[in-house]
């Protein structure tokens, strides 16, 4: 079956800091990968997201790489803000067969930036 | 364009009364998802529908939980005698036919007392 494991956290960071969050996971076949973020109270929202093997999603200034040889896809960024404090949840979906739109999660890393 | 409309924000119930959660998806969205979130875990798929369809239930519990999506009106998520274990956020998604471009409502907080 399809699994997703985030680094654990949660991650305290300060202001103007470097971010990583390792992603790994397991599937058959050639799944789409996201990075969704949730703020306190809300639903979630995506932030990026790569669809085949060495494709880089970015979006405000968060990047990802789909690495089909380490099947990993670390979020980073270069340099936070306060108003990046959130949950950041990694996901994938197994486009084909019986998993085609059904997103597998993992657990989800809360970050919390200080100024 | 709203987004993904969800019903009620919080909804708290007893234990044994029932929990209806509605989800309201994308114009021109006709696949509706279901996700629930217990504290501190991430997201688990619960049921995937389209009008009139169930197409893949394999993430709802084998009792009390229901889901329907009518040729009109929302998609209800039903909960019979509910138990303090059934707290939890659920999240309703939707998206076009043929496209994962998912958008997830702001969520159902139940709260089983």
């Known amino acids: 079956g399809n699994s997703v494991t985030q680094m654990e956290g949660p991650v305290t960071l300060s202001e103007e800091a470097f971010l990583t969050i390792n992603c790994t996971y397991t599937?058959?076949?050639?799944?789409?990968l996201f990075w969704y973020v949730q703020y306190p109270g809300e639903g979630l929202q995506l932030l990026l997201k790569a669809t085949k093997a060495d494709d880089k999603g970015s979006n405000k200034g968060f990047e990802a790489t789909y690495r089909k040889e380490t099947t990993s896809f670390h979020l980073e960024k270069g340099s936070v803000q306060v108003s990046d404090s959130a949950v950041y949840f990694c996901a994938l979906i197994n486009a084909g067969g019986t998993s085609y739109g059904k997103l597998t999660f993992g657990q989800g890393t809360i970050l919390t930036v200080h100024p | 364009n709203a987004g993904v409309m969800q019903n009620p924000r919080h909804l708290v119930r007893r234990r044994g009364q029932e929990a209806r959660l509605r989800c309201s998806p994308m114009?021109?969205?006709?696949?509706v998802y279901w996700y629930r979130q217990l504290p501190e875990e991430g997201l688990k798929f619960m049921v995937y529908l389209q009008k009139e369809n169930i197409i893949d239930e394999s993430g709802m519990p084998k009792e009390r939980f229901s889901a329907e999506f009518p040729k009109e009106g929302p998609s209800i998520l039903r909960i019979q005698q509910v138990v303090r274990g059934d707290s939890a956020a659920y999240f309703c998604a939707s998206s076009p036919p043929g496209d994962i471009r998912y958008t997830f409502g702001s969520g159902t907080r139940l709260t089983v007392v």
């Open positions: 599937a058959t076949g050639y799944p789409s």
């Open positions: 114009k021109g969205h006709s696949h």
